[in-house]
């Protein structure tokens, strides 16, 4: 099947820091891309829908400044946590959509910030 | 305002009897409904979905049913096998959520007692 690869898989940084967290279609080409966060014993929370070569649409109440998507290519799309505070350590997940708009997640990324 | 509810965060069965897992939604816009299975450390795969034009869909050992009356869906696993525990995850999509844009349930961890 399809094969969504998200890196880096944890992350622990000071508060005040970016994060940076890829997003890669490993064998297909995905032109909307999908970025979730999720705490504890909550569910999937989309945060943004991110379309190759134009900008994102942030869900509402997610600060698109904060939360920078790029999705530069049909294969990649990055989410970068700026300025990033204790409050903002979730567990963040993308998605890819293929051609039927069947969904690939990626692993997820654990965020920690200190 | 959470739109999909997985009211039992966790459900226990012994090996080869059914696994019952439960998700309310109270958006009667959504027309397509879908279960992930999410196993630790990755990201959720796909497991089986269901349209609002059917109340019913099996796939081998799984089986949704949907109740569009009582806004309630159901996946039961028959026989249950150990390597089903893993958090199972009810999403929902259409109406101004339509396409790829899932709307998820906080899960269920399921655990298959051998």
């Known amino acids: 099947g399809a094969v969504v690869s998200q890196h880096p898989s944890w992350v622990i940084c000071k508060s005040g820091t970016s994060v940076k967290i890829e997003c890669r279609s490993l064998?297909?080409?995905?032109?909307?891309m999908f970025w979730y966060r999720q705490f504890p014993k909550q569910s999937l929370m989309l945060m943004a829908t991110?379309?190759?070569?134009?900008?994102?649409?942030?869900e509402q109440g997610v600060e698109k400044d904060k939360f920078l998507i790029n999705h530069a290519s049909l294969t990649l799309s990055t989410l970068t946590v700026t300025s990033a505070h204790p409050e903002d350590s979730s567990f963040y997940i993308c998605?890819?959509?293929?051609?039927?708009?069947?969904?690939?997640f990626g692993s997820g990324t654990q965020l920690s910030v200190l | 305002d959470q739109q999909v509810k997985q009211n039992s965060p966790s459900l226990s069965v012994q090996e080869g009897r059914i696994s019952i897992l439960n998700c309310d939604y109270t958006?009667?816009?959504?027309?397509?409904f879908l279960w992930y299975k999410k196993y630790p450390a990755e990201g959720p795969t796909f497991l089986i979905s269901i349209s609002s034009i059917k109340d019913k869909n099996e796939d081998g050992r799984f089986t949704v049913f949907l109740n569009k009356s009582a806004k309630h869906l159901s996946l039961h696993i028959v026989p249950s096998q150990p390597g089903d525990s893993a958090v199972y995850f009810c999403?929902?999509?259409?109406?101004?959520?339509?396409?790829?844009?899932?709307?998820f349930g906080e899960g269920t961890q399921l655990t298959v007692n051998p």
């Open positions: 064998d297909f080409q995905a032109t909307t």
């Open positions: 998605s890819a959509a293929g051609d039927n708009e069947k969904l690939f």
């Open positions: 991110s379309n190759e070569g134009s900008k994102a649409t942030y």
């Open positions: 999403a929902a999509t259409g109406g101004e959520t339509s396409g790829s844009r899932l709307t």
């Open positions: 958006n009667s816009m959504f027309d397509y």
